[in-house]
């Protein structure tokens, strides 16, 4: 599966109302650290068809970072049923990433 853009525009039919697991990456395109974490996802999006993988740009919707609460980037959160299980600050290895879809 392809990593999704979500937008405050498409946040209710992409994120809401999926019914499996969602991972939210906020990121932004000038930070470093969100840069390393990208191919990362890549390849989680690639491996593992159970998870949506979505990317969520803090400077095009800061209403979204905040409704989240994000203070730093990148911050992953893993949703599943809508509901938020895990969620992690910084840019983390693979494992780890895949830990938190796990829980």
Request: proline share 6%.
């Amino acid at each position: 599966m392809s990593i999704v853009h979500v937008t405050s525009e498409n946040y209710r039919s992409e994120v809401l109302e999926c019914p499996g697991t969602v991972l939210l990456d906020f990121f932004a395109v000038w930070c470093g650290p969100c840069r390393m974490v990208a191919p990362i996802l890549e390849e989680v999006a690639s491996e593992r068809s159970d998870v949506k993988v979505c990317k969520i740009d803090v400077d095009q919707a800061p209403d979204l970072a905040a409704q989240f609460r994000v203070a730093s980037i990148p911050t992953l959160v893993v949703l599943k049923g809508g509901k938020i299980t895990a969620q992690t600050i910084g840019a983390c290895p693979k494992s780890e990433i895949l830990a938190l879809i796990d829980r």
